[in-house]
């Protein structure tokens, strides 16, 4: 496991929380007030409030199960980027909609009245912002895990199905060394006079010198004797 790769899990979902916090505020208090002003309507809050919401309801068990317990299927490293990835979009989302509704005003703030129309237009610059910093923080945790999983893929170290907790990384390259000549033909190390050199089975073991002598045969007839 990688703990800087799981530090940096947890402060990039605590952050895209915090923003989705600062969305369901901003975007639940623009609709509640559109209602009594003569406003239009504001596309991005409702697109904040809805997600907020499902950020909210699933990052956070997201990190509390996988601190709990291991092996659940909520923690695999598949789901989390399929699901975090799909959250970094509706952040992208919420943020251009804001900013597209903020680029479209085309006085300051300050000179909006009454009050409560100023204050929803500060909160239409705000929440282009919160969306863009919790996309942000959402899409660097994916990418940097994404990248992480093709260079292990590469390696021959499949984690995709495990979860960042239980992942075991590899560094350096896993590629075994190739040797060049097999084992036990050729001894080069030099060994002491009078030790015997160690003989490949396939080998047929020899003497040295050959010997010159040759031994009796018999060819089937009796030796006459004298």
């Known amino acids: ?3 800087w790769l799981s530090i940096f899990r947890i402060a990039a979902l605590a952050w895209a929380c915090v923003c989705a916090i600062v969305l369901l505020g901003l975007g639940a208090h623009v609709l509640s007030s559109v209602g009594g002003l003569r406003l239009p309507t504001f596309g991005w809050a409702g697109l904040s409030v809805a997600t907020a919401v499902l950020a909210l309801l699933t990052m956070p068990p997201m990190l509390v199960i996988d601190f709990l317990r291991s ?41 909006w009245t009454p009050a409560l129309a100023r204050t929803v237009c500060s909160e239409t610059s705000a929440a282009a912002a919160f969306g863009f910093l919790g996309w942000i923080a959402v899409w660097a945790y994916t990418g ?23 992942a075991k990384f590899q560094g350096g390259s896993a590629v075994p060394p190739v040797t060049t000549t097999a084992p036990g033909l050729y001894d080069t190390e030099a060994k002491p006079y009078g030790q015997a050199a160690a ?8 003497a040295y010198p050959p010997s010159t002598m040759v031994s009796p045969q018999t060819t089937g007839q009796p030796i006459p004797q004298v």
């Open 1 to 3: 496991m990688m703990y």
């Open 71 to 111: 092996g659940a299927f909520t923690s695999t490293i598949v789901v989390e980027l399929s699901w975090i990835g799909f959250l970094g979009v509706l952040f992208l989302a919420t943020g251009g909609a804001a900013a597209a509704n903020a680029s479209d005003f085309w006085v300051s703030c300050d000179t």
């Open 144 to 166: 940097t895990l994404l990248t992480m999983l093709i260079i292990q893929a590469q390696r021959g170290n499949y984690v995709w199905q495990q979860s960042v907790k239980e």
């Open 199 to 206: 003989v490949h089975p396939a080998q047929v073991p020899y």
